[in-house]
């Protein structure tokens, strides 16, 4: 049966005390509501809608950027959960299929609980996402009789037994689009916050005589974000997930508590992360590289074989192909370097196109930028960039040239040519000595 999914994502969130929007706030780099997105995808909804309010604009800028085909509504008052959905629900029309309702703050849902979600919709008219908890505040108490939900209960409404139950509302919930559609109509906003709550839905349905099931997942799964400090126990759990995944994808982390991971990051088998290595968004690493200690990389495709670091930073627009090799205090931005070349040392490239099997002499520097527009370097394969060299772009370097150590490269250099641009040297007979005496004089003078 096909599932429309709605995300909540309306509130301010007040008790983050910031100028975005909750869920923009980001986990492994990515905002939590595309975590949320990301879960409900891989179910292949019919349609997935979010509800906005507080900081829409950011939020819509972030929908259409990531070019996900998810639909929004607007929820101009946020009156509370129940009103959030019954607004979603106002362009889901006549479906009758399955609606699973998640929060933009509870991002770590995970596709595997929606398929068993959805499963369970086939036996139960409403289902609720459960967990278990000591540390109950703030959420809703789900009040049950053996394998029966009765009701929930929101944490400012409970009574001391009801406070007492520890097994919370993750906040998803799911059932028949008509239903859920039908159940809203009926919600009031007699409680304690003067809000239409979804959580009703449960009660409502039970003076219908229909059946409500729960399932359970762990907590960290269910883990709503309020505050910041929710915000970075989130982050540390991701960070944990994201290394056990790696380490089972077959990588070797040498000390794993200390790599950073993405969402999106990606890395090939046998592939070896040394010690305090940041990987930002957007990278994918094939197999069988070594990432050496203290590198920072973001946007950037490595194809395999291949060795950075250690102190190296790649930043977005870096394309190397395999066997490439990037060393110590290397900077390469937007650039795509082919098979076997290598950057070893203090280097900077920057809109470049290298070919392969050459070599980035030490201190290279493609000059780029002019303080107005940015220009590119094409370096061709087999090149021999001698040392310190300044590639004042726009220039490109033949294929077998070399340029020798301290140039600045203003003009091309055709195949095979040798360039050198730096004035002639000139050696002075003695002149260290003769210098260095009358340094020394002057200073004598100086201090008497
Ligand atoms: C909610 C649940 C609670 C559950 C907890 C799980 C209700 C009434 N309470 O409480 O049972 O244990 O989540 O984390 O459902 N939102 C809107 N429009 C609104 C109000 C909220 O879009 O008018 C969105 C928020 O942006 C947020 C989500 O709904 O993403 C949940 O709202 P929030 O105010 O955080 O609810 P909780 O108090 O955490
Ligand atoms: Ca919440």
């Given at each position: 049966?096909?599932?429309?999914?709605?995300?909540?994502?309306?509130?301010?969130?007040?008790?983050?005390?910031?100028?975005?929007?909750?869920?923009?706030?980001?986990?492994?780099?990515?905002?939590?509501?595309?975590?949320?997105?990301?879960?409900?995808?891989?179910?292949?909804?019919?349609?997935?809608?979010?509800?906005?309010?507080?900081?829409?604009?950011?939020?819509?800028?972030?929908?259409?950027?990531?070019?996900?085909?998810?639909?929004?509504?607007?929820?101009?008052?946020?009156?509370?959960?129940?009103?959030?959905?019954?607004?979603?629900?106002?362009?889901?029309?006549?479906?009758?299929?399955?609606?699973?309702?998640?929060?933009?703050?509870?991002?770590?849902?995970?596709?595997?609980?929606?398929?068993?979600?959805?499963?369970?919709?086939?036996?139960?008219?409403?289902?609720?996402?459960?967990?278990?908890?000591?540390?109950?505040?703030?959420?809703?108490?789900?009040?049950?009789?053996?394998?029966?939900?009765?009701?929930?209960?929101?944490?400012?409404?409970?009574?001391?037994?009801?406070?007492?139950?520890?097994?919370?509302?993750?906040?998803?919930?799911?059932?028949?689009?008509?239903?859920?559609?039908?159940?809203?109509?009926?919600?009031?906003?007699?409680?304690?916050?003067?809000?239409?709550?979804?959580?009703?839905?449960?009660?409502?349905?039970?003076?219908?005589?229909?059946?409500?099931?729960?399932?359970?997942?762990?907590?960290?799964?269910?883990?709503?974000?309020?505050?910041?400090?929710?915000?970075?126990?989130?982050?540390?759990?991701?960070?944990?997930?994201?290394?056990?995944?790696?380490?089972?994808?077959?990588?070797?982390?040498?000390?794993?508590?200390?790599?950073?991971?993405?969402?999106?990051?990606?890395?090939?088998?046998?592939?070896?992360?040394?010690?305090?290595?940041?990987?930002?968004?957007?990278?994918?690493?094939?197999?069988?590289?070594?990432?050496?200690?203290?590198?920072?990389?973001?946007?950037?495709?490595?194809?395999?074989?291949?060795?950075?670091?250690?102190?190296?930073?790649?930043?977005?627009?870096?394309?190397?192909?395999?066997?490439?090799?990037?060393?110590?205090?290397?900077?390469?931005?937007?650039?795509?370097?082919?098979?076997?070349?290598?950057?070893?040392?203090?280097?900077?490239?920057?809109?470049?196109?290298?070919?392969?099997?050459?070599?980035?002499?030490?201190?290279?520097?493609?000059?780029?930028?002019?303080?107005?527009?940015?220009?590119?370097?094409?370096?061709?394969?087999?090149?021999?960039?001698?040392?310190?060299?300044?590639?004042?772009?726009?220039?490109?370097?033949?294929?077998?040239?070399?340029?020798?150590?301290?140039?600045?490269?203003?003009?091309?250099?055709?195949?095979?040519?040798?360039?050198?641009?730096?004035?002639?040297?000139k050696n002075n007979n003695n002149g260290a000595k003769k210098l260095?005496?009358?340094?020394?004089?002057?200073?004598?003078?100086?201090?008497?």
């Amino acid at each position: 049966m096909d599932t429309a999914v709605v995300i909540l994502a309306a509130g301010k969130g007040t008790r983050m005390s910031s100028n975005r929007p909750k869920v923009m706030h980001e986990i492994g780099n990515f905002p939590m509501l595309s975590h949320c997105i990301k879960a409900a995808q891989q179910i292949k909804p019919w349609k997935v809608i979010t509800v906005l309010g507080h900081g829409r604009t950011e939020i819509m800028q972030f929908l259409q950027d990531s070019k996900k085909s998810i639909e929004f509504v607007i929820q101009e008052e946020q009156l509370g959960t129940g009103h959030a959905v019954k607004i979603a629900t106002k362009q889901l029309s006549n479906f009758d299929g399955n609606l699973i309702v998640m929060f933009g703050d509870t991002p770590f849902i995970s596709y595997e609980t929606l398929i068993k979600i959805k499963a369970k919709c086939e036996q139960t008219d409403l289902v609720v996402l459960g967990f278990r908890t000591e540390e109950s505040a703030g959420y809703g108490r789900l009040v049950t009789n053996s394998s029966e939900l009765l009701k929930i209960v929101e944490h400012n409404d409970a009574n001391d037994d009801e406070l007492a139950i520890n097994l919370c509302n993750s906040g998803v919930i799911a059932g028949n689009s008509l239903l859920i559609s039908e159940l809203l109509e009926d919600l009031d906003r007699n409680n304690t916050n003067n809000e239409f709550y979804l959580t009703d839905c449960v009660h409502l349905a039970k003076l219908r005589g229909l059946n409500c099931g729960f399932l359970v997942c762990e907590h960290d799964e269910a883990l709503g974000i309020n505050s910041r400090d929710q915000l970075s126990q989130a982050e540390k759990n991701f960070q944990t997930t994201a290394r056990t995944q790696a380490l089972e994808n077959g990588v070797h982390l040498v000390a794993p508590e200390t790599v950073f991971f993405s969402m999106d990051t990606k890395l090939g088998r046998d592939t070896v992360v040394e010690p305090n290595v940041i990987f930002g968004k957007g990278v994918t690493i094939g197999s069988e590289c070594i990432i050496k200690a203290f590198s920072y990389l973001e946007g950037c495709q490595i194809s395999n074989d291949c060795s950075i670091g250690p102190y190296a930073r790649l930043r977005p627009g870096v394309d190397l192909s395999d066997g490439v090799k990037i060393g110590n205090f290397v900077e390469i931005k937007n650039s795509k370097v082919a098979e076997h070349t290598k950057i070893n040392h203090l280097s900077y490239v920057g809109d470049a196109r290298i070919g392969k099997n050459t070599n980035i002499g030490a201190g290279t520097v493609t000059c780029n930028y002019d303080g107005v527009t940015k220009h590119r370097t094409v370096i061709g394969e087999d090149v021999f960039i001698g040392s310190n060299t300044m590639l004042i772009a726009p220039v490109t370097v033949g294929n077998n040239s070399m340029t020798g150590s301290g140039s600045v490269i203003t003009k091309d250099i055709p195949e095979d040519d040798l360039a050198i641009s730096r004035s002639k040297q000139k050696n002075n007979n003695n002149g260290a000595k003769k210098l260095r005496k009358i340094l020394r004089n002057k200073k004598n003078n100086e201090t008497h």
